[in-house]
């Protein structure tokens, strides 16, 4: 069954470097999305991205954060500067279409921590 | 703003009972949809149902089922027989169909569920 995966599953990097996760959607799907979630607290929606361009984004998105599908299989999300509170499980989601009742697809997440 | 509120942080249930999870969530928008994802200690985000909202019957998938009350604004999901493999954090997530590409899911603090030999 075609999955979405994730690499690194854990990436620690220090304060003010930058970090690419990567994420490798399902391949007829059109939709894609990151999500955070801070230890203990809610998974946040971050951004969503269609059609080679960012559809919708959060006030967490903010210009430390850059999102591309370089080819067409992965889909990053750059951060230039990390933060101390940075440090969370990022995921990525695709979804074959935008409708609702088209399931987002998961990934299995990477935890970033940053010292 | 949207919003959805679990207010049961920790649950547990005995092997081959019947749990129920509860969530609340806050919209001025008619037309939406409510998800019960599954996290297991894998961390991996499953979805276990999924709910319209202009559909006045209850979602059932399996052992799984929800209880919709559309003007209570109540999204509770009941797990009958309940397995070890049910042990997990359960979200609960809304989503608005709105104009455009716009699909973000919005998250409820989640629910730890321990299930008990």
């Known amino acids: 069954e075609p999955e979405v995966t994730q690499t690194p599953s854990h990436q620690v990097t220090q304060m003010g470097q930058e970090v690419i996760l990567r994420c490798v959607p399902i391949s007829n799907h059109l939709y894609f999305y990151w999500y955070r979630q801070i230890l203990g607290q809610k998974v946040e929606f971050l951004v969503s991205f269609y059609n080679n361009e960012i559809s919708e984004k959060s006030e967490i998105f903010d210009d430390q954060f850059s999102v591309e599908r370089p080819d067409g299989s992965n889909f990053t999300l750059k951060i230039r500067s990390t933060k101390l509170e940075d440090s969370a499980m990022y995921f990525c989601?695709?979804?074959?279409?935008?409708?609702?009742?088209?399931?987002?697809?998961f990934g299995p997440g990477t935890r970033l921590t940053v010292l | 703003a949207q919003t959805v509120t679990q207010s049961q942080p920790e649950m547990s249930v005995q092997e081959a009972e019947t749990v129920t999870l509860s969530c609340t969530y806050d919209t001025s928008e008619s037309n939406y949809y409510l998800f019960w994802y599954k996290q297991p200690p894998s961390r991996q985000m499953i979805l276990v149902i999924r709910q319209e909202a202009y559909k006045q019957q209850n979602a059932t998938e399996n052992r799984f089922s929800v209880n919709f009350q559309k003007a209570a604004k109540s999204f509770s999901l009941k797990i009958s027989d309940s397995q070890l493999g049910d042990t997990a954090m359960y979200f609960c997530?809304?989503?608005?169909?709105?104009?455009?590409?716009?699909?973000?899911?919005?998250w409820g603090l989640g629910t730890s569920l321990a299930v008990n030999p």
């Open positions: 989601a695709s979804s074959e279409e935008g409708g609702p009742s088209n399931e987002q697809f």
């Open positions: 997530a809304f989503m608005t169909p709105l104009a455009g590409n716009n699909r973000k899911l919005i």
